[in-house]
């Protein structure tokens, strides 16, 4: 049988099949390496948008003010490393922050139901600190609330609502007589939603709910009593 030949310029390739396509494999190359760019790009924008994301943080506080079905005072003292609540130790008394809160991101946003976190809040704090319990949303005319607002709602760039967070003191004697302070750092975890991705930020309010069962011991202090529920 005679053997294969090919023209000048061109090779035969090891099977047997004819001359290499030069030209083919050029192309194949070609289409390869345009593949490649486009997933690599397509990923990189996946990295950068995930990392925007991650860092993505449109929610901060405002103003603050507090309510107490028990004895409890607003402390101003050296003392005390962030503005603080000194509360009564009194099981299942309530203590209601009213919070503005602020969108101080490029672009809006939807306020979700805060149910999941608020649950994954207290199965983190011990059971004698003081459990947030329900939470409701109304809309800021100024500085005051006016009617309430259902999740889930849209929070356009600078734009404000206000959030009435109640919650309970802990279980007593859990960790022995309060006769000490016994505080709670508060950081409101709020549910949001941008670009149909839902993410959970951790809102922080500089103030510490401390409980107490001889809130006295701390009344030579600059105090201001809350007002009641």
Known sequence: MPETSAPAGQSVDDAGEGPVRRGWITRRRAIWGLVIGIVAAAVAVLLAGRAWLDGFRPLAAGQLDATSSTDAWEVDSFLFDNRALLVRNEYGATVTLHQEIHNVGSRGIE??????????????????????????????????????????FDLEPGKSFMLELTGRIGEPGCDGPKSAYVGSEINIPLRFGVLGISRTQSVPLDLMIWETDEPERGLNLSVRKLEAD
Do not use: H, K, Y
């Not at 459990?131 to 800021?140: G, I, N, Y």
């Open 111 to 152: 306020i979700l139901d805060p149910g999941p976190a608020l649950a994954d809040w207290r199965e983190s704090n011990a059971p004698c600190a003081w459990q947030p319990v329900r939470a409701r949303f109304f809309v800021m005319d100024g500085e005051v609330a006016t009617r309430a607002l259902e999740v889930p």
